[in-house]
Every structure is written in structure tokens, then in C-alpha cells.
């Protein structure tokens, strides 16, 4: 597809995810930027996402919001850059897309705030418990360079994120499986450069 690619974010948010992302795609995309409470609230922005939140992309006419759907639909829309698996592969790559979306998401806002889950309500909460979500992560990772078979792909951009997140707010103890999958990761190019433009971004508006 040839239409114009635009990517809704604030460059302290989740949209550092797809910022990587993109910047793994190598293809032209416009920024639009958004504060929180003022133009994220704005008709504009909700006409894109009536939630309010970043990050959202829009494609030609199509508007996807999500991180797991904006990384999932990117992958497919551009297959030349090599972030959808083989279909033999791409079992596990929805398997652990998902799950982040999912258990791994719902911990890091749970510990985040300081929910608890009571022990016997766990059977309730689709993580089960913070500890039960981190270790099958944990063990999903476990003596592997990438998350979904022998190279890296669009699951790999948000698995990554977000253990970085959980690490940086110390929302999770250091292991030896995130460090030994994350270090390489951290020296890509592309997660180099979006660290780099959401830094100088955040510098310049304060």
C-alpha cells in the first residue's frame, strides 16, 4: 500500500512501541504529536480514537489503534520488512503478541496502581497472579534470541517494550532471561534511533 502512513503518540507513552516499530518498517511516516488532557481529549484526536489514549496509527483510510493490533496490522501490511513470520511460525508469534496484550499488560497496570489479586479470586484474573504471568514469560524466553522462532519480528518490538517498561519503573525484579533477550535487542538500529527522536521530542516540549 502507497498511503500515507500517520502515527498519533505522545513520546512519553506507549507510543515509544510503535515508534520502534516504524522505524523497524523503514517506510515514510508522519508524527503527530499530543498532550495529554488537551489535544488527546480534543475532537480531532477522538474522531481518530474515542478513548483518548496513544499511541494510534492511520493508514490510507484504515485507523488502528492498540498496540498489539497496530503491531500485528503493520507486520502484514508491510511483509517486505520482515516482521510477520512464516506462517509455520506464526503460532507462537500471536501466541506471545497476545499474551502481552493480555496478562502482561493487565500485571504491569495492576502492579503499577498496587492491586492485588486475593488468592482465591486468581482463578478470576486472566494472569492468574503477577508471579504466574512473569515466570511463563520468563520461561517463553528462556535460552532464546527472539520470542517466535529464529528471528526477530513485530512480537519481539512489544514483548521487549514492555518488559523494558516493567524494568525501568521497577514494576519487576532484573532476570537473568530478560537481560540475556533484551541486551541485543537494545543495540538495534532501529530501537536505538526511536529511543533517540522520543528523547530529543521530549527535550524540545518540556
Known sequence: MSDTLTFYT?????????????????????????????????????????????????????????CAAICAYLADAFPQSGLLPPPERRGAYFRWLFFTAGPLEAIFTAKAIGWEVPAD???????????????????????????????????????ASLLDFMLNFKLVEPRPEFNAYLTPLRTRPAYVRAKEIDAALVAANG
Request: proline content about 5%; charged content about 20%.
Open 121 to 159: 479470586k486468581q482463578g478470576m484474573a486472566g494472569f492468574g497472579s503477577f508471579d504466574l504471568a512473569i515466570d511463563t514469560i520468563a520461561g517463553a524466553l528462556d535460552g532464546k534470541a527472539f520470542v517466535a522462532g529464529d528471528r526477530f519480528s513485530a512480537a519481539d518490538v512489544y514483548v
Open 10 to 66: 505522545n513520546p512519553q507513552s506507549r507510543g515509544q512501541i510503535i515508534r520502534w516499530l516504524l522505524e523497524e518498517l523503514g517506510q515514510p511516516y508522519e508524527t503527530v504529536l499530543l498532550d495529554y488532557g488537551t489535544t488527546m481529549k480534543g475532537p480531532d484526536y477522538l474522531a481518530i480514537n474515542p478513548m483518548g489514549k496513544v499511541p494510534a496509527i492511520k493508514h490510507g483510510d484504515q485507523v488502528i489503534t492498540e
